[in-house]
C-alpha cells in the first residue's frame, strides 16, 4: 500500500467551483505539505502544516486554503476555482527527527491530483 | 527568497555519464535534495547533501559546494529508465523546500 494517497488522482471542474483535495499518509510523520507544479516551473509551496495545530502559508497561497484534520490528513480546498489553477497538485510528508543516514526532513511525495479547470 | 538554476534539457547515450549542474541563492541553507521525476509521476527522493562534499550512492552521486551555492548530480552507466526529470531543492533555514524547474535527461539508445 501507498505511503501518502491523494484523492481524488484526477479532477476536472468549472470556474468557480469550490473543490476540494484530500491527502492521507500512514508514514506517521508530523510535517505535511500542498505543492502544485506547472510545465516549465518548478513545484511551488502552497501551504504547509508542522503539526496538527500549525498551518504556514507558502510561495503561492492566494486562492487556496488547507484543513490538518489529524496527524495522517491535509486537506486543500480551492474557495472558487479559476483557470489559472489548473495543474498537477502533490501531497508530501516529512519527519523531522533524526534519521539513518542523514536524510532528515526528507519530503515523500503523493502520486498527485492532475486538475482542470475550465 | 530563493533563486535556484538548472539547465532545461539534457541527452545522452545509453551507457553514459551525465552531470547536472544546479547553483542557487538562497537567504538561508539548510540542506540540498535532488528528486527523479517521471513524465505524470511523484518526485522520488534521490540524495540529499548538507555539508561539503560528494555522496555516492551507487550509479548516482551528487556534490555540494556551500561557498560557492553549487551543486551537481551525476548519473554513471545511464540506462533508458534514467529518462526523466532531475530536479534540485533547497530546504531555508525555515525547511522549507524550493525548487528549481527540473532539467529533462533523455537517454538514447
Known amino acids: 500500500d501507498a505511503d501518502v494517497t491523494q484523492t481524488p488522482r484526477n479532477r476536472i471542474t468549472k470556474t468557480g467551483k469550490r473543490i476540494m483535495l484530500e491527502c492521507s499518509q500512514t508514514?506517521?510523520?508530523?510535517?505535511m505539505y500542498w505543492y502544485r507544479q506547472d510545465p516549465g516551473l518548478g513545484l511551488r509551496l502552497i501551504y504547509y502544516?508542522?503539526?496538527?495545530?500549525?498551518?504556514n502559508k507558502g510561495e503561492i497561497s492566494d486562492g487556496y486554503s488547507v484543513s490538518r484534520q489529524a496527524q495522517a490528513k491535509f486537506s486543500l480546498s480551492l474557495e472558487s476555482a479559476i483557470p489559472n489553477q489548473t495543474a498537477l497538485y502533490f501531497c508530501?510528508?516529512?519527519?523531522?527527527?533524526?534519521?539513518?543516514?542523514?536524510?532528515?526532513?526528507?519530503?515523500?511525495f503523493g502520486p498527485g491530483t492532475r486538475l482542470t479547470v475550465l | 527568497g530563493q533563486n535556484i538554476d538548472q539547465p532545461t534539457e539534457m541527452t545522452a547515450t545509453e551507457g553514459a555519464i551525465v552531470q547536472i549542474n544546479c547553483t542557487y541563492q538562497t537567504s538561508g541553507f539548510n540542506g540540498l535534495f535532488w528528486y527523479q521525476q517521471h513524465a505524470g509521476e511523484a518526485p522520488t527522493f534521490l540524495s540529499y547533501n548538507v555539508l561539503d562534499g560528494l555522496e555516492e550512492k551507487g550509479r548516482f552521486s551528487s556534490f555540494l559546494s556551500r561557498s560557492k551555492g553549487y551543486s551537481y548530480l551525476l548519473l554513471k552507466e545511464l540506462q533508458m529508465k534514467d529518462s526523466a526529470s532531475y530536479l534540485c531543492a533547497v530546504r531555508d533555514g525555515d525547511y522549507k523546500l524550493s525548487f528549481g524547474a527540473g532539467t529533462t535527461v533523455t537517454v538514447r539508445a
Open positions: 502544516s508542522f503539526d496538527v495545530k500549525d498551518i
Open positions: 508530501a510528508t516529512s519527519d523531522f527527527g533524526l534519521a539513518g543516514g542523514g536524510d532528515v526532513d526528507t519530503q515523500y
Open positions: 508514514k506517521g510523520h508530523d510535517r
